[in-house]
């Protein structure tokens, strides 16, 4: 394939930020080239969990019916468990959930812009060619370690956790306080799963949560999470933690009697959206999904907003385009919608990541939400409904959950 020497725009990472981003400027017609340093399809270190924000831009883009003919499971709800043991299940019904192998959603979502846009495969970013402030291309060296340089009017950073151009322009950082730190394994066997993700903040787990994610063939992606900060503070070994947790805890031990670890126990990062990064578009350049910190500091749910924020970044790179203009100035307005857009939620999920670390205060809140059918149905209209999730926010909710 040959590398034309200038585009509109390069997109750095092909995950679900950056092909998101792709499959919209692609259809408007745009010149981009999208590159990644792996080869297609490839894993990505996750627990697969898909919420209704990653539906429907999938939806949108015409390829969630790709996705829901390849291999999933199905997410019908979701088990809280707290640290004394009680069960929280709370059914949507809505089927507006799934659990699908990155290795798989990953590569629908990038075959569906290669139809679109150029690609470049085993080709890993380097650095990032300025002219003065205004980055201007890439330099990158591919799979026989050669170096090539590839121009543009606009650069895009989907590049991950550890985002080399967030690096390259300056505004990467790893803050204890808001950065998590999460290790994941498939195993077969495990018993009493159903159509529901479950959480469990049980005594081992918190100030972090373990989590079973069931795939359609009673496999299962299981994992432990927690704020780097707590790792650090309390010296801990999260795959340690995990296997703990499998092999003590009584009720997970007789889930995991006959199961079978069905691949490596894998660890990576979660930069979290409690702060976004202080700058996540400039001169030339726009940051997407985790490489500009956006993950839920809740849930750690992190591919609805890597999408949102491709689609987000094709408005705005689209009018620049238009404009020819790919200055901060214009650049910046995708900071702005995107500020606009989750700074809400992400406060309320940053409120309730606090709430999880305290061990009375899980305790009493899913116990009365186990108890209380009002509570739960709130829950739920909340984990369905984007909208109703703003409603955290209201004094109401919070008055009912401590004096119902
Ligand atoms: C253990 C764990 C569990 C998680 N569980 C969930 C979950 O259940 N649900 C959920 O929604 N989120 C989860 N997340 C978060 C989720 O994985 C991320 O938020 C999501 O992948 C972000 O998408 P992205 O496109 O921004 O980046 P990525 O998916 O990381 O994609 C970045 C791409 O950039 C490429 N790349 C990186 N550096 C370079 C370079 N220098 N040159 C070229 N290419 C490069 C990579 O190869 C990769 O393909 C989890 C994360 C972890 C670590």
Redesign the pocket.
Known sequence: MTIANKYDVII????????VCANFLGREGHKVLL????KFP?D????????GK?IAVLRELGILSDVKKAAHGVNNGVIFSSPKGTILEIRTDSQDGF?CR?EIL?NIIYKAAKKYVETLEE????DLIKEGNQVVGIV?TDKTGKEMKINANIVVG????????AQKVGVFEIDPNHH?????GYYDGVTGMKDV?ELHFTKTAIPGYF?I?PYEDGTA?V?L?MLTKDVKARNVNLKELMENEITLNPTFKERFKDAKLISEI?????PLGSKIRKQIAGDGWLL?????S???PF?????????T??KIAFRTISRALRLGAYSQKILGEYEQEIKNELNKELEMSYLLQRLGKNEFLLNLVIDKAARNPEIRKELTTMIVSEEAKKSFSSPLFYLKLLFS
């Open positions: 750095v990472g092909a995950g679900p930020s950056g092909s590159v990644d340093k792996a490839r990505k270190t996750c627990g697969d969990a898909c919420s990653s659990v990155r990953d080709f890993t970013v380097t990158g989907a590049d991950g956790a550890m985002s080399v151009v998590c730190l999460a290790v994941r993700i989590w994610f992606n994992g999470g894998k660890g990576w990062s979660l997407l999904g985790d490489a500009a956006l993950i839920d849930s750690g749910e992190g591919m609805g907003n890597a999408m924020s491709g």
